[in-house]
Each structure stands twice: as structure tokens, then as C-alpha cells.
């Protein structure tokens, strides 16, 4: 009881209730955008622009933005993210962009991070690239502050979102955006940065993807979750993904949850992982799960989901551009093995690969660490230095 009264869950409760009150006025950003003004519309094209909540980091300007994206059958949907670029005069040549890849912040619409009152810092690195002049957007992927439901760990539908957020920053007349970009991100992002290299040029020709910068990646899915399954963090992420995935490839979780631990694993699954609070919540809904044996059968043996998880291994074609890996060796969520493992695949089909080795680095601070030598190794790449490798 000592612990719930503290100060920082005080200041945890009052964050949360200005959070709730942005997620009620705009979390489904989409809701007024006709089906008609969605087809017509280019994918990257900005369909509402409003100030980013919090603010801008200090000589800069911020814009939350909804764009046009396409979804995993071709059909046009709206996504929303943050554009965040230095305030100055535009240069003669246009700017480089970053595109960061957010880690995984739930899977329900109010968990978008740029529902968060400061969302700029959450993007690891951004000091240094906007001291070198570069455009930062973040998307937050599909259905995170939209209506649609948020497809996890899904691939194409990620690369894409990251993809057309590029394009659409480059429609900011101010952010002098250009057509060249770096994809930087961490665990679920680290997923999504991956598959935004294997996806980019047959997806969007005209831009050019000069390097994938992954943190801790989300790569074997099945060994993943095989290896998770039993943990606290393993138990909400697998609880969110058979959440996502059963709403959006329309399959029933009766067989794979047990119905005593159903209404458990339904509000551990629904919540997000953004603030102190949210970690608080997360943590006591794990609690409650954990008294249960909450799966009747494991999903990785189970031909439907074990489907899903397959096609949304990276690694299955080679990266359009070089890799940067930046892995924890104390990482319990996604082991060091796995990093190990697909960059040896990669280096087999021919990409070069970068291994930044995080001793005693856990997965909750692989970004954070891993991030100012992450922004030189992408700003090189900017510079068309020739990418190192270790493979």
C-alpha cells in the first residue's frame, strides 16, 4: 500500500488522466476522413496536420499528422504519426530523414505514442539528429490512434506505415524533407525497421533507403515467443500478439486461451506500456495472469498461428540496404542468439552487417544505449562512407 501511494504513482495517475482526456479528443484521428478522400488519395499524402502534444524539443518545430497508407490487402487506410524537424531556414539541398520505429507500446488504439504528452522523448537519439539537420518522423503504425484494429509484429503492414510516413513528411513544405532516408528502431520496431529494408524498393522506387539501424529486433517469432511464453514480459507480449492477431486474421482464441483466465488475459492484452503507470498496471494485470495456466495449447504448434508467425519472420529476402544491430547480452526477451542467428543469415545473402554489442545490456535500454552510435553509423551512411561489417 506504501508503494500505490508514492509519489510516482501520484504523478503517474495525474499523466495518465491528461493522456486519457488527448486519447478521448483524438484518438481515432481517422474517424472524419470518407472512405472517397482515402482512395483518391496518394499513399503519403497528409490528410490532417495538428500540433504534436507536448510540444517540440528546443529549436524545432512538431506536427502529429495523419497519412495515407496501405493496408496488408491494398485497401487504403489512415495512419498517424509525428513529423519532427529543426526550425530553420530550409537548407539549398533537401534534408536526410530519419524514420523512427517505435517499440512496442500496446495494441489497442489509445496506445499510440503520439497520444503521449512527450513523445520527442521517447525517440532515442533525436538530439543528435536534429543537431545534424535531419527530419525525424515516427509513425505509430496501423490502428494505434486510429480505428483499425493494430496489426503486431505484422511485417508488411509495419513497413509500410514506416514507409508512407517518409513520404508523407516530405509533403511539410517546411520540414524540407528529401527523398532519402535511414529507418531506425527498437524490439517491435527493431521488426518493423527490418522489414521496411526488405520492402522499400518495390514499394516506394523513389526513395532511397541508405541504411537499417535495429535495436534488440524481433526477428525468429516462433522462437521468440516459444522462449518468452513463461516470463512476466513473455506473458503480456504473447497475451498482446494472440490479442491482435485473432482480431485481425479473424481467429478464434478458444483453444489457445483458457476460459478462466479469458477475462485476465483480455485486460493484460488491452494495455498499454507507455508511462510509469502504464508499467504499474502492466505488472499487476501480469500478476493476475500469471495464477493462471492461461494457455490450453501452445500456439507455436498450432498450424494457423504458427503461419503468422513465419510470414512475419524478417530475413526472408535480402536488406535493399545495409544493417546496424545493436543487441544487449543480458537481454531475457530477445536473446543474444537470435541477433547472432540473423546476422549470419543476412551476411549469407549478402548484406553487410554491423553487430553493436551492449555488455550487460538489458532489452528495455538496448535503444537508449545503443542510440548515439546508431545515429553515427546512419549519419555515415548519409555521408556514403562505406558500411562496415562483421560479417
Known sequence: ML????????LATAASAIL????????????????????????????????????????????????????????????????????????ASPRNVIAWAHPTSGVVSRCAPTLMPDIAGTIQGIDDMLDANLVVVATDYVGLGTKDTHPYLVGVSAARAVIDSVRAVRHLKD???????????????????????????????????????????????AALFEADKNTSSGRSLSAMALHSWSAFFKLPLDGVVAPGAFRAFQTLASDCIESIEDFIK???????????????????????????????????????????????????????????????????????????VLEGGTHMFAGRDSAGAAVRWMLDRFDGKPAPSDC
Open 3 to 10: 508503494y500505490r501511494s508514492s509519489p510516482i504513482r501520484k
Open 20 to 91: 486519457l482526456f488527448l486519447a478521448a479528443d483524438i484518438a481515432t484521428a481517422d474517424a472524419d476522413v470518407s472512405e472517397a478522400h482515402l482512395a483518391k488519395s496518394a499513399p503519403g499524402t497528409i490528410l490532417r496536420v495538428w500540433p504534436l502534444e507536448g510540444g517540440a524539443p528546443d529549436n524545432a518545430k512538431a506536427y502529429r499528422i495523419l497519412y495515407r497508407s496501405v493496408g496488408l490487402n491494398g485497401e487504403p487506410i489512415a495512419v498517424t504519426g509525428a513529423a519532427i524537424f529543426p526550425d530553420r531556414e530550409k537548407p
Open 175 to 221: 520540414s524540407g524533407a528529401g527523398t532519402r532516408f535511414a529507418v531506425w528502431g527498437h524490439s517491435q520496431g527493431g521488426h518493423a525497421a527490418l522489414f521496411t529494408g526488405e520492402h522499400v524498393r518495390e514499394y516506394a522506387p523513389e526513395l532511397k533507403l541508405v541504411g537499417v539501424a535495429a535495436a534488440a529486433p524481433a526477428t525468429y517469432l
Open 282 to 356: 502492466e505488472d499487476d494485470d501480469e500478476t493476475r495472469l500469471a495464477r493462471h495456466a492461461f494457455l490450453l495449447a501452445d500456439p507455436t504448434t498450432l498450424p494457423a498461428w504458427r503461419a503468422i508467425m513465419d510470414r512475419n519472420t524478417p530475413g526472408q529476402s535480402a536488406s535493399s540496404a545495409p544493417l546496424f544491430l545493436a543487441q544487449g547480452t543480458a537481454d531475457e526477451v530477445v536473446g543474444p542468439h537470435n541477433t547472432r542467428t540473423f546476422m549470419r543469415a543476412s551476411c549469407r545473402q549478402g548484406t553487410k552487417v554491423k553487430l553493436h
